[in-house]
């Protein structure tokens, strides 16, 4: 199975601050590699899917990058509102892994 | 709207079993694959399996086998997955996901609420 290397696992950030989070797959996966947030107590959310494209209504301070094996994910300017867990998603031949989340908090 | 609405929390024993359904409106439900996933508490997320509302057909992780069933009733527009053996790792919030398909791109658009299964003697 593929596994995805999250990093880092939490951190913290001021508004206004330009947060980046990293994914690496075990093997290439292409483009196979998409971006969720999740608030406490809440389903995850699809922000970014095929690593660079942005879901329908999200803002776009949210971008993702990448292919291969190494992915970044960024929100160029961090609101109060992003305080959420961040996590990949790699998908390949019926094989769904996520990355292990990355806790981000207001500094 | 989509919607996919899921049955409410449960408590179980160790060694029983439970069934969690996911009911689908807003969208025609043979159309999209279903996933569950699940997050054990603090945890991150983890894929268990898919299935195919039309036809029926299955699969789940590795980890998962001879553990989940995952049905699917197309009358009432619903999937089950139902858990076996249940031991206090089985302890965790079950999300059903429904997959979304963009040119060779996959995701999950739509998300249950989430039901939290509880394993306690």
């Known amino acids: 199975d593929i596994q995805m290397t999250q990093s880092p696992s939490s951190l913290s950030a001021s508004v206004g601050d330009r947060v980046t989070i990293t994914c690496q797959a075990s093997?290439?996966?292409?483009?196979?590699l998409n971006w969720y947030q999740q608030k406490p107590g809440k389903a995850p959310k699809l922000l970014i899917y095929?690593?660079?494209n942005l879901e329908t209504g999200v803002p776009s301070r949210f971008s993702g990058s990448g292919s291969g094996t190494d992915f970044t994910f960024t929100i160029s300017s961090l609101q109060p509102e992003d305080i959420a867990t961040y996590y990949c998603?790699?998908?390949?031949?019926?094989?769904?892994?996520f990355g292990q989340g990355t806790k981000l908090e207001i500094k | 709207q989509v919607q996919l609405v899921q049955s409410g929390a449960e408590v179980k024993k160790p060694g029983a079993s439970v069934k969690v359904s996911c009911k689908a409106s807003?969208?025609?439900?043979?159309?999209?694959?279903l996933h569950w996933v699940r997050q054990a508490p603090g945890q991150g997320l983890e894929w268990m399996g898919i299935?195919?509302?039309?036809?029926?057909?299955?699969s789940h992780a590795q980890k998962f086998q001879g553990k989940v069933t995952m049905t699917r009733d197309t009358s009432t527009s619903t999937v089950y997955m139902e858990l076996s053996s249940l031991r206090s790792e089985d302890t965790a919030v079950y999300y059903c996901?429904?997959?979304?398909?963009?040119?060779?791109?996959?995701?999950?658009?739509?998300w249950g609420q989430g039901t939290l299964v509880t394993v306690s003697s």
């Open positions: 996901a429904r997959e979304r398909t963009v040119d060779t791109a996959m995701f999950f658009d739509y």
């Open positions: 807003g969208y025609t439900f043979t159309s999209y694959y």
């Open positions: 299935i195919s509302p039309g036809g029926g057909t299955t």
């Open positions: 093997q290439h996966i292409s483009n196979s």
């Open positions: 095929d690593a660079s």
């Open positions: 998603q790699q998908y390949d031949n019926l094989s769904y892994t």
